[in-house]
């Protein structure tokens, strides 16, 4: 079982930075950030393959957003940079234990979610 705690969102101006946080429990071999705006289908923001040295992202992110992970502690982060107010949505942490890094930012691949953090992006 695997447990999800995400942290960081909040509420910043166009091109200001936020960073988000997750910490997992469990065994997660793939880990991911989705997001969700009112009236908007969830979509994949930014993922990465945690047993090697992958990531992938959202084409409206690159460049923009960073995804990593510590192993230590087993916590995943979305640092965000040049935030603009179609970021804005809630934000949530995915994992799993995946057999391989693919599909990495599809959400049918995770199995476990966090509660979710918004992210306000004013204008």
């Known amino acids: 079982q695997v447990q999800l705690q995400e942290s960081g969102g909040g509420s910043v101006q166009s091109g200001g930075s936020l960073k988000l946080s997750c910490a997992a429990s469990g065994d997660t071999r793939c880990m991911a950030w989705f997001r969700q705006a009112p009236g908007k289908r969830r979509e994949g923001v930014a993922a990465?393959?945690?047993?090697?040295?992958?990531?992938d992202y959202a084409d409206s992110v690159k460049g923009r957003f960073t995804i990593s992970h510590d192993n230590a502690n087993n916590t995943m982060y979305l640092q965000m940079n040049s935030l603009k107010p179609e970021d804005t949505a809630m934000y949530y942490c995915?994992?799993?234990?995946?057999?391989?890094?693919?599909?990495?930012?599809?959400?049918?691949?995770?199995?476990?979610w966090g509660q979710g953090t918004q992210v306000t992006v004013s204008s």
């Open positions: 995915a994992a799993d234990f995946c057999r391989g890094p693919w599909n990495l930012l599809l959400d049918s691949t995770y199995n476990y």
């Open positions: 990465i393959w945690t047993a090697g040295d992958r990531t």
